[in-house]
Antibody, heavy 121, light 107 residues
């Protein structure tokens, strides 16, 4: 059973960089796609992007200029960096596994529990 | 971006009721549509993928249908543990987008 666990600072100052890590257990980072999704307080879900285990990425254009994702297969982890944060980046951040069904059909079938990040001075 | 619109935004229902939630895409997405359930303070959980395929371990009272731009999530007989918020999500194009959510509350 694959389990995901997000970790990182719960408080980030405005203009600084938010850095989160997702640790994968019960399975391998290699050979899979991994996603980040966020949810502002009381609001809906926003897809941030995904990364393949080789390092290829695809980001939400609305965040692309500020987002960097990376993967560290030796640690079975992948990470999210979001630069120049503002209060609007305050949210619960989730990591998830993207799975393909058949050819070209994708869904996120395993999710971490989420980690709350507050942007405040 | 493809806009996903759910209706209703919220509904009240009783245990045993049949519940339907609609999701409409701003353009055709074939059947590249997933449904998630989220309970307060918890991560979303995949219910239905590719519009109508039931995720392993999900009760058979959940079903999905639709293709193109219009999709439906049906709960055939609402159970106490089904009170939650439901989201549709398209996986047809980048960026992936979600509906705004439908909150199912106890009547």
């Amino acid at each position: 059973q694959v389990l995901l666990q997000e970790s990182g600072p719960g408080l980030v100052k405005p203009s600084e960089t938010l850095s989160l890590t997702c640790t994968v257990s019960g399975g391998a980072v290699s050979g899979n796609y991994w996603s980040w999704i966020r949810q502002p307080p009381g609001k809906g879900l926003e897809w941030i992007g995904f990364i393949y285990s080789t390092g290829s990425t695809n980001y939400n254009p609305s965040l692309k200029s500020r987002v960097t994702m990376s993967v560290e297969t030796s640690k079975n982890q992948f990470s999210l960096n979001l630069s120049s944060v503002t209060a609007a980046d305050t949210a619960v951040y989730y990591c998830a596994r993207r799975t393909e069904y058949g050819s070209g059909y994708y869904h996120m079938d395993v999710w971490g529990q989420g980690t709350t990040v507050i942007v405040s001075s | 971006d493809i806009q996903m619109t759910q209706s209703p935004s919220s509904l009240s229902a009783s245990v045993g009721d049949r519940v339907t939630i609609t999701c409409r895409a701003s353009q055709s997405i074939s059947n590249h549509l997933n449904w998630y359930q989220q309970k307060p303070g918890k991560a979303p959980k995949l219910l239905i993928y590719s519009a109508s395929s039931l995720q392993s371990g999900v009760p058979s009272r959940f079903s999905g249908s639709g293709s193109g731009t219009d999709f439906i999530l049906t709960i055939s007989s609402l159970q106490p543990e089904d009170f939650a918020t439901y989201y549709c999500q398209q996986s047809y194009s980048i960026p992936r987008t979600f509906g705004q959510g439908t909150k199912v509350e106890i009547k």
